[in-house]
């Protein structure tokens, strides 16, 4: 299932790259290449100076992780006992 999203949202990101792009979000800031917060022990310049790259890279990383978690129940279109949750039962005998 996971490698199943990744494809999805590779071909999202394909299909809308022409637009991300003219947005200027990709586009080269303050000279060149940049981080969003700043990395020690390197010369790229970042966007937000004041938060260090790691705590943001931490921030960023549990807010999909929430979303993964959240995601999946809002989709299900009952959470009645009939609804499926993909995992198999055993048969009782």
């Known amino acids: 299932m996971f490698v199943l999203g990744g ?3 590779a ?3 394909m299909l809308t790259y022409d637009w991300v792009k003219g947005t200027g979000v990709l586009a080269d800031i303050l ?10 022990n390197t010369a ?14 931490i921030a960023v990383g549990l807010v999909l992780v929430l979303v993964a978690f959240l995601l999946p129940d809002r989709l299900r279109a009952s959470k009645g006992p009939q ?11």
Do not use: M
């Open 44 to 57: 790229y310049p970042s966007i937000i100076a004041a938060v260090p790259g790691e705590a943001l890279g």
């Open 31 to 40: 000279g060149g290449k940049s981080t969003l917060g700043a990395v020690a």
């Open 7 to 9: 494809l999805v949202g």
């Open 11 to 13: 071909a999202a990101y």
């Open 83 to 93: 609804a499926d949750t993909g995992v198999a039962r055993a048969s009782s005998r």
